[in-house]
């Protein structure tokens, strides 16, 4: 609180608004390939007659080789065996060209001379289901990831016979509105499905209105506001009923606009899905990349990875929305908006790491246990 009484609407304070994000955890949540030197000019670089040019060149080249890596793994199946013939995409976030190759005949494949950075490993082969993992390569390393298991398709299939892909999003968000943390704190924009259906406009504001009026969300955000009046914060709402009510309403105008606003608004219009995709394999490490690259990359309606411009949008809206009902003397224009945004980010942020590791064994789910091992 500053000096003079007035304090920045946060959104509404990060230990207070962090505890509101979570009670909805589901809605939550590369460098470039370096560019080839120029050939090494005529001359021995080790030569005393060499140009310093040629020289330096060949400097660049040693330093480049030595900043590149490799990744190398193996695809199997359920039994254990090799999968020769395998499709395996390497990719990168905004870069439009991807790496193939194919396994051998013992199930290997082999990437060389990559550049360091966040890498996506796409994995393929026909009758089986494909699968997606995230890895962090290293300047100069040689990476290793864990064995891949493709799994046979019919095993997803048979859960859903008949059903067209409206019909599948449906099931899924039926079950999804079913998921409750300890069966108490809703859980809602979170999948633990493996292969998820894209879901239409309608379903997405059912997500978020289901979330907004979820009678949790209200005794919640009524604890936040009490708490406030009892630090007498944002004096410029008053005490009594009148400020309590004041404080209950910018509370929730703050959850309910940043969920309808990031979570179906801008996914609607930018077409994206809203829910934390639960990843559940691969290492630690790329299980915890995935969970922070969440809140910056989502997956698109045609499944594709891309800026997650529904969740940094929302989170700006939102704090355009708090500025204007600010408590008096307590709006700051530009400097609210970005912070109230910061905050919102950093939430979805936690929360993804929340959802990856600890959320999923508190939110029992017949349904996607069954569909979704770690």
């Not at 060209?97 to 996506?120: M, S, W």
């Not at 079913?178 to 259906?197: C, E, M, S, W």
């Amino acid at each position: 609180m500053s000096g003079d009484g007035t304090k920045n609407r946060q959104s509404p304070g990060l230990g207070p608004r962090l505890a509101i994000g979570l009670l909805a955890l589901g809605f939550v949540l590369p460098a470039a390939a370096r560019s080839q030197e120029e050939p090494v000019r005529e001359g021995s670089a080790n030569s005393p007659g060499a140009p310093i040019e040629a020289r330096g060149s060949t400097n660049a080249q040693q330093s480049e080789s030595q900043s590149l890596g490799t990744i190398r793994g193996k695809v199997v199946d359920q039994s254990g065996a090799a999968i020769s013939g395998a499709r395996v995409a390497l990719s990168r976030e905004n870069q439009a060209e991807e790496l193939q190759v194919e396994t051998d005949d013992d199930g290997l494949f082999f990437f060389p001379n990559l550049a360091p950075g966040l890498l996506q490993l796409t994995f393929s082969s026909e009758g089986l289901t494909g699968q997606a993992i995230y890895e962090t390569l290293s300047a100069g390393q040689s990476l290793t990831v864990p064995d891949v298991v493709l799994i046979v398709q019919t095993q997803v299939t048979e859960v859903r016979v008949g059903l067209t892909p409206a019909e599948q999003a449906e099931d899924e968000v039926k079950a999804e509105e079913k998921q409750r943390i300890f069966g108490l704190i809703p859980n809602y924009f979170v999948t633990y499905d493996p292969h998820p259906a894209p879901l239409p406009s309608k379903l997405k504001f059912r997500l978020a209105w289901k979330s907004s009026v979820d009678p949790f969300t209200l005794l919640a955000i009524g604890a936040v506001a009490g708490a406030e009046q009892a630090g007498n914060q944002w004096r410029g709402y008053g005490q009594g009923a009148e400020g309590y009510a004041k404080r209950y309403g910018a509370s929730y105008a703050d959850v309910a606009g940043g969920t309808f606003i990031g979570g179906a608004v801008l996914p609607s219009l930018l077409k994206q899905d809203p829910r934390y995709f639960y990843q559940g394999r691969g290492t630690k490490k790329s299980r915890l990349l995935h969970a922070l690259a969440s809140s910056v990359i989502c997956r698109g309606d045609n499944g594709k990875l891309e800026p997650n411009y529904s969740n940094i949008g929302g989170a700006f809206a939102a704090g355009g929305l708090a500025n204007l009902y600010a408590a008096p003397g307590s709006r700051s224009g530009g400097r609210l908006v970005v912070s109230t945004a910061l905050v919102r980010l950093g939430e979805t942020v936690v929360a993804g790491v929340f959802q990856e590791f600890f959320i999923r064994k508190a939110t029992p789910s017949q349904r996607n246990s069954s569909l979704a091992q770690p």
